[in-house]
């Protein structure tokens, strides 16, 4: 038995639409784009949609069109993926590391208060693993100082703080659509928000600048999507919430069965809907196996792990002179190990993955 800790689903129907893409000739942006843009927004109740062709790019566009350049800092989580931070280098901003919440793996907002300072422009909230962030108490800070807040949601289609979905809970919301995201356009991402001047500054800025055809207003990108990726995006999207249904089922069956082994199992904060990019567990102390025997031990069974995050984005070399202590994103980097929860695990996959783990605990 092989089971992989990520897969994406795709199948006839994802072939079909690229096809009638291919066979229409019109390769590039164009109406499908469009119409996976009016359909994301109407899914996550967002006034705006804006394709790109990856979720840093979304990163980017949407830092870019906030304003946010050389001399100011945008506070971040240090347990995150590298592009969270990244995207604010790449605009010659500075990030600033905030320290996450232990249960939840989230952005802390008391560390984020603590951060803030006068270049200070923005705040990126990661909904790490597919589980909001406390964007209520970051919210408040950012109201409190001026700052603009941005959703990470490259692991949140679907995700819901307090009735709201991710993509409506800020000034501007980013996803991806890479292979193993919770739904996949092939490589993609998407721009959300409700403000119009910021919609219409992203789709300047992903298209070179350009306020026309061969008119140039900005110094722009070309982070277009494709027809090819939207078409996919389309018949993704209208199986996404049967997607993000089984990782939930598939999460309530490892929280059930894995009670009592020396696991802790994910912690959903009150007020969210939790859809399970990753089902993230921690090695509680003096547990019987280092990390690296565990995921060994299991890959002899024929079960993928992974770990999500080795190295805290604070710690990475390039952010050496940036450092700051995060003791709690130091202890789960340490600790934490990714579980299979995708859709295509099976009954008797998840079964055979928690007998394997209660025999090594």
């Known amino acids: 038995m092989k089971i992989p800790v990520a897969r994406p689903i795709v199948g006839e129907e994802e072939i079909a639409a690229v096809a009638d893409v291919m066979r229409s000739g019109m390769l590039a942006q164009g109406s499908v784009v469009t119409e996976f843009e009016s359909r994301f927004a109407d899914y996550c109740g967002a006034a705006h949609a804006i394709g790109v062709n990856s979720g840093t790019a979304a990163l980017h566009a949407a830092l870019l069109a906030a304003g946010i350049g050389p001399g100011d800092s945008v506070v971040v989580p240090a347990f995150t ?28 907002p008391d560390s984020v208060g603590a951060l803030i300072r006068p270049d200070t422009r923005a705040v990126i909230g990661v909904h790490l693993f597919g589980q909001p962030f406390d964007v209520g108490a970051v919210r408040a800070l950012c109201d409190d100082h001026n700052l603009v807040l941005i959703e990470d949601a490259a692991q949140a289609h679907g ?91 598939n999460a309530r069956y490892f929280n059930r069965h894995l009670a009592g082994t020396g696991l802790t199992t994910p912690h959903v904060a009150p007020g969210v ?83 394997a783990v209660r025999e090594l605990s």
């Open 81 to 108: 993926f590298f592009a969270t931070a990244s995207s604010v280098s790449m605009c010659g901003a500075t990030p600033l590391f905030a320290d996450v919440e232990p249960r939840t793996f989230n952005i802390d």
């Open 159 to 249: 995700s819901e703080y307090h009735g709201k979905r991710a993509g409506s809970l800020a000034d501007l919301a980013c996803f991806s659509f890479y292979p193993t995201k919770n739904m996949t356009t092939g490589e993609g991402g998407m721009v959300t928000t409700d403000d119009d001047a910021l919609a219409e500054r992203v789709r300047l800025l992903i298209n070179h600048g350009q306020s026309q055809k061969y008119l140039h207003s900005a110094v722009g990108y070309n982070y277009r999507m494709t027809n090819i990726a939207a078409a996919i995006g389309l018949v993704q999207l209208g199986r996404v919430e049967g997607f993000n249904e089984r990782r939930i089922e």
């Open 273 to 355: 809907r939790h859809v399970y990019h990753q089902y993230v567990v921690k090695l509680a102390a003096g547990y019987p196996l280092t990390r690296d025997a565990f995921m060994d031990a299991l890959a002899d069974k024929g079960i993928g792990t992974a770990v999500h995050y080795p190295i805290p984005v604070n710690r990475q070399p390039v952010y050496e002179n940036e450092y700051a202590s995060c003791p709690v994103a130091d202890d789960l980097a340490a600790s934490v190990v990714s579980l299979p929860v995708h859709p295509a695990v099976t009954d008797e996959e998840l079964a055979f993955i928690c007998d």
